[in-house]
């Protein structure tokens, strides 16, 4: 497993940018596959973005197009850009890790490594 740590949350404005940062430990990091995932009050835990070691993404339906996930794999480091933010975007935000690296997976239980979240907070 790895450590994995969050940071770039806030609040912004509706139709505003932020760009989260999820730092890792662990000399392997550049093989997992990383996910983000959000979760809002009474609400499940959803799928967001993953990418895999080999840089391919993939993105939840409803951030397509206004999200974008990249890694820098020297700095044990994956981002996720957040564009044209809408309140109903609000929520904590989760990185999470899955060591087989290959494979895009959106099911929060195929992860085994998770960080412990940022608030993102959208005002309209």
């Known amino acids: 497993q790895v450590q994995l740590v969050e940071s770039g949350g806030g609040l912004v404005q509706a139709g505003g940018s932020l760009r989260l940062s999820c730092a890792a430990s662990?000399?392997?990091?550049?093989?997992?596959?990383v996910g983000w995932f959000r979760q809002a009050p009474g609400k499940e835990r959803e799928f967001v973005a993953a990418?895999?070691?080999?840089?391919?993404?993939y993105y939840a339906d409803s951030v397509k197009g206004r999200f974008t996930i990249s890694r820098d794999n020297a700095k044990n480091t994956v981002y996720l850009r957040m564009s044209s933010l809408k309140p109903e975007d609000t929520a904590v935000y989760y990185c999470?890790?899955?060591?087989?690296?290959?494979?895009?997976?959106?099911?929060?239980?195929?992860?085994?490594?998770w960080g412990q979240g940022t608030q993102v907070t959208v005002s309209s």
């Open positions: 662990g000399r392997t990091f550049s093989s997992y596959t």
């Open positions: 990418i895999t070691w080999s840089g391919a993404t």
């Open positions: 999470a890790a899955d060591e087989r690296g290959w494979k895009i997976t959106t099911s929060p239980t195929d992860f085994e490594s």
